[in-house]
């Protein structure tokens, strides 16, 4: 089996591997780390909420430096570490070819993950993770913002040396017999995802490197004071984060297409379709960005424009979601726990779907932004559809990793906690912001309704707290002492996975 | 039915809802958007961390505005420091002040009552406590 650590290695010749299975261990060993401990800092912000007043911290700086170091952690050292390490495990294999294309660049991407990581955990800033100036010029002085600045920069960096990368293994490293019609769709997502990052990632870095002259008062790009506009770096920002949604996706996306027909033992109904859906999210994610920006005294005709761009990514999604159901229809499911993890992630990714709609109908707009309601909105889609999908692949994954297998009955009782715990906190997140409260606030006013609906979110946050603690867990002593994995057909399919060649794990 | 053609019925059934949402909620906007010529101007000036509120005659009040039933006002909405939201989440006012930027919105008081007034964007130490209190008389 390709994945599989053949036999026990000294930790460095994995650390300095550059052999695409060792880097996608690293990789996904550094992304559940970060889970576990951006899923601390959630559980200490859904602690500190509780009651109204201080819970568990008297200084409301601590909780905003909290939600920051939160909110940077899930997007950039949980979920893209393991977009990479699933793309680096399986992008080889399914275009058949023995390795990435740059096999050094692959291990020099990883390695800029931890010191990125180290600068945003040990800078501990306080501006939110979107470091919308002026308050980001002004705060934290110190070296606490420009830790965060270059922390994001390397991180950067590195997403783009993996992008290039995925582009070339795929387009000239894939088997001269296999065309890119008769792929994976889950080479088509990290196909898409990184022309995506190429195109997204520049104006974000060039922002950074502008807040940090104006941190510096060399410049006033966005210190009004100086003839500046806070708002251009709000269009900067969302040019670079809002197809980042799509980044985050897609791959997502791709993983449900790899289970799905597997797990439902029947073809997947409309390949093209994924494709063309695919194409055209490429596309329309880079039209909408000023969505997130509606409250900024845009004029009409911009926001019409992009409402039109917003609703318009809403058919592309819809089609992935109707050829899921339509591939599950009337086949034998194997109801696994990456099936599980996959159907629960697809109902909570439509639920997250329509609550995208209602935000960017402008009427509607200016009641759900900045509120607990997009809190519960982006959450459904981050937590409720990508990380479930994640989970649910991490699952499927594992014993072709570890050449061993999980127990079924601990798997279940994962799902279970962490599907109900998603629903219940993020239901209540969107009840807390029709109630009116707003966004990263440390206290909020001792109203009957508001007390209830935060203790109601607490507590889901704990069940998902708890079964994700549990998943690790059971996974980690599965992976040492696990029941020996049926490695021709692991989960009972009674079908074939991958066309798997015998290959050394070293160059 | 064949593949193709399912995925087609559904895909328009899918835009035909979007459509009319869009067009709802144009229709809906363009309505908020014209400012009615009777109405009074009030300043609204976010800083940090309280609400300065300057009406047409000069008066000037500091965390709390008054404001008087059955008529129409319309609020002029910037910041002194840095990006402040001005909202009253029972009357779905929201507009962000921005500072070197001046943005306006309006409203028509129609219940009297006291109503909150509170920052909804994120502006740093004391941004939960940066509210203020909408008072509308007889």
């Given at each position: 089996m390709v994945l599989e650590v053949k036999k026990p290695r000294p930790l460095w010749e994995i650390l300095f591997s550059t052999h695409h299975t060792d880097v996608a261990l690293l990789y996904l060993i550094t992304s559940i780390v970060f889970i576990l401990m951006g899923g601390a800092l959630a559980m200490t912000i859904r602690t500190e909420l509780l009651t109204p007043g201080p819970t568990i911290m008297d200084d409301p700086a601590l909780f905003n430096r909290v939600f920051t170091v939160h909110a940077t952690t899930m997007l950039f050292l949980w979920i893209l570490p393991f977009i990479s390490a699933i793309g680096n495990y399986l992008i080889p294999i399914l275009v058949r070819y023995k390795d990435m294309a740059y096999p050094r660049v692959n291990a020099v991407a990883y390695w800029m993950i931890p010191p990125g990581a180290a600068l945003i955990w040990l800078g501990w800033f306080d501006g939110g993770w979107y470091a919308y100036p002026p308050y980001s010029i002004i705060?934290?002085?110190?070296p606490s913002a420009e830790m965060w600045i270059f922390g994001l920069k390397i991180l950067g960096i590195s997403s783009i040396l993996g992008a290039i990368n995925f582009i070339v293994t795929i387009l000239k490293c894939k088997h001269p017999d296999l065309p890119l019609m008769k792929t994976s769709l889950f080479v088509w997502s990290i196909l898409v995802t990184s022309f995506m990052t190429l195109v997204a990632i520049p104006p974000f870095a060039a922002a950074l490197i502008m807040l940090y002259t104006d941190r510096l008062g060399?410049?006033?790009?966005?210190?009004p004071n100086a003839g500046g506009d806070p708002i251009a770096y709000q269009h900067l920002f969302w040019f670079t984060f809002h197809p980042e949604v799509y980044i985050f996706l897609l791959p997502a996306v791709g993983m449900a297409y790899e289970i799905i027909p597997k797990f439902s033992r029947k073809p997947i109904f409309s390949y093209g379709s994924g494709v063309i859906a695919f194409g055209i999210l490429m596309i329309i994610?880079?039209?909408?960005?000023a969505h997130h920006m509606l409250a900024t005294g845009l004029s009409f005709a911009e926001k019409t424009v992009f409402m039109i761009g917003t609703l318009a990514a809403a058919p592309s999604s819809s089609m992935h979601i109707f050829n899921w159901i339509a591939t599950m229809w009337g086949g034998r499911l194997k109801l696994a726990a990456p099936l599980k993890f996959t159907i629960g992630g697809i109902m909570l990714f439509f639920s997250a779907g329509a609550g995208g709609v209602v935000n960017t109908t402008l009427p509607l707009d200016f009641i759900t932004h900045d509120t607990y309601w997009v809190v519960g909105h982006f959450h459904l889609m981050l937590m409720g559809t990508i990380s479930m999908i994640f989970f649910g692949f991490t699952y499927y994954i594992f014993p072709f990793v570890t050449g061993r297998m999980y127990n079924e009955k601990i798997a279940n009782v994962t799902f279970a906690l962490i599907f109900t715990g998603t629903i219940i906190v993020f239901t209540m997140h969107h009840i807390l912001g029709l109630l009116g409260m707003p966004r990263r606030i440390y206290d909020y006013i001792a109203d009957p309704d508001l007390i209830l609906g935060n203790q109601i979110a607490s507590i889901g946050a704990y069940l998902v707290g708890i079964g994700v603690a549990i998943l690790v867990a059971h996974l980690a002593i599965a992976a040492a002492r696990g029941k020996e994995a049926n490695m021709e057909d692991p989960f009972g399919i009674g079908e074939q996975y991958y066309d798997y060649r015998v290959k050394e794990p070293h160059h | 039915m064949g593949h193709a053609t399912l995925e087609w019925i559904y895909v328009g059934v899918v835009i035909a809802i979007l459509t009319w949402v869009g067009v709802e909620a144009w229709t809906g906007e363009k309505i908020l958007e014209e400012v009615p010529e009777d109405a009074e101007t009030i300043k609204v000036i976010g800083q940090q961390w309280l609400w300065t509120f300057e009406h047409e005659d000069g008066s000037v009040e500091v965390g709390k505005l008054t404001l008087k039933v059955g008529k129409t006002y319309k609020f002029e909405v910037t910041s002194k420091d840095v990006i402040h939201a001005f909202n009253i989440p029972s009357h779905a006012i929201l507009i962000d002040a921005v500072p070197g930027r001046v943005n306006h919105i309006w409203m028509e008081t129609t219940t009297p009552g006291e109503y909150l007034i509170q920052c909804r964007e994120y502006c740093g130490l004391l941004h939960y406590n940066m509210r203020a209190m909408l008072i509308i008389e007889e």
């Open positions: 705060s934290s002085p110190g060399l410049s006033g790009f966005f210190d994610g880079f039209m909408s960005w | -």
